[in-house]
């Protein structure tokens, strides 16, 4: 048996690295994994591939989250999917899809910052609606929002993403409050710098910076966040929630004097 036998899970934006590293944990773990994406659809498919050759379950949905009846759709899609064979029922949704655009604050328009934090925070809360409306339904569930550290410590040209990622963070902590009566657990988990093809060669400066401050002497891995997405969905975390887990590698805690 491992951790997520007979459960499935819809992960948002599994066509990206990350999304990709929570989908394939998801995956071995014994879940059966609906993967969404909106323009990275063959992807997607690559990793849904994957999971069905090690011997997994898994369907690709598309849908474009900054619309919210598409959140809603894509929720039901999920759970009929899950209800006909993929798994039972819907047990566990990882808000992971997001934007990261680097743009100074002077500048900045109402339609840009619209853009981000529609992408990041809206659709959270209109997947996690719409999800939680399912799961009340069963016996309960697990939601996990992916922010980031910049929502304590925003970078520079990132003041619409941190807005946003903090967001989340208080988001999930409100949602636990009003869905854990209901049995439905919601948390958060913010990753620090995360390794992605071409990252070195684009900000070797940032790169260097974060390889002198994280503890453990390297950048994050997909799979790390993954490992903590399925914690939080599993038994193994059934009295957590309303927590921001922070998956950074330390460099949270150096000092910064």
Request: glycine content about 14%; proline content about 4%.
């Amino acid at each position: 048996m491992t951790l997520l036998t007979g459960r499935t899970a819809l992960i948002t934006g599994a066509g990206g690295g990350l999304g990709r590293g929570i989908a394939l944990r998801f995956a071995e773990e014994g879940a059966a994994v609906a993967l969404h994406c909106r323009t990275a659809v063959e992807a997607a498919r690559a990793v849904a591939a994957d999971i069905v050759a090690a011997g997994g379950r898994a369907v690709v949905l598309q849908a474009d989250l900054r619309a919210e009846e598409e959140c809603r759709l894509l929720v039901r899609e999920a759970a009929e999917w899950a209800g006909g064979g993929g798994g039972g029922r819907l047990t566990s949704l990882v808000n992971n899809a997001g934007v990261q655009p680097v743009q100074p604050l002077p500048g900045m328009t109402a339609a840009d910052w619209r853009e981000v934090v529609d992408t990041n925070l809206t659709s959270v809360f209109a997947c996690t609606q719409a999800a939680a409306e399912v799961m009340r339904g069963q016996r309960g569930g697990t939601i996990t929002h992916i922010a980031s550290v910049e929502a304590a410590t925003p970078g520079e040209g990132h003041a619409h993403y941190a807005a946003s990622k903090a967001a989340v963070v208080l988001h999930a902590r409100a949602a636990a409050r009003e869905y854990g009566p209901h049995g439905i657990r919601v948390n958060s988990v913010s990753p620090g710098l995360i390794e992605r093809d071409g990252l070195a060669e684009a900000w070797p400066e940032g790169v260097r910076r974060w390889r002198e401050a994280v503890a453990v002497g390297r950048l994050g891995r997909p799979e790390d966040v993954g490992d903590a997405c399925v914690f939080l969905a599993s038994p193994l975390s059934s009295w957590i929630t309303g927590h921001d887990l922070v998956v950074d590698g330390g460099v949270s805690a150096r000092p910064a004097w």
